[in-house]
Nanobody, 116 residues
Framework: QVQLVQSGGGLVQAGGSLRLSCAAS????????MGWFRQSRGKEREFVAV????????LYSASAKGRFTVSRDNAKNTVTLQMNSLKPEDTAVYYC?????????WGQGTQVTVSS
């Protein structure tokens, strides 16, 4: 059974930083391109960042580029999202999943709230 557990969210002031982690069980992240996504209240879930199998290929959304850094540790079966210079519009529930996330179950996510 695939389980993706996101952690590291919280309340932070604008300009602050958070480091999100995604721990996978029942799935070897080394076999997949992995991504981070987020969903703000009342909006569709959106792509934030994606990282290739070995970490050599990385893509970011326009809003994340230059502020967020995605990484992976295949030995620990984890994926990480370092978020710097956070803005109130980054407030959302953040999820990790395979890329593309078709047919792959979503975890509960981790709430990130950025106050102005």
């Amino acid at each position: 059974q695939v389980q993706l557990v996101q952690s590291g969210g919280g309340l932070v002031q604008a300009g602050g930083s958070l480091r999100l982690s995604c721990a996978a069980s029942g799935l070897k992240v080394s076999k997949y391109v992995m991504g981070w996504f987020r969903q703000s209240r009342g909006k569709e879930r959106e792509f934030v960042a994606v990282i290739g199998w070995s970490g050599g290929t990385i893509l970011y959304s326009a809003s994340a580029k230059g502020r967020f850094t995605v990484s992976r540790d295949n030995a620990k079966n984890t994926v990480t999202l370092q978020m710097n210079s956070l803005k109130p519009e980054d407030t959302a529930v953040y999820y990790c999943n395979r890329w593309p996330p078709v047919g792959s179950p979503w975890g509960q996510g981790t709430q990130v709230t950025v106050s102005s």
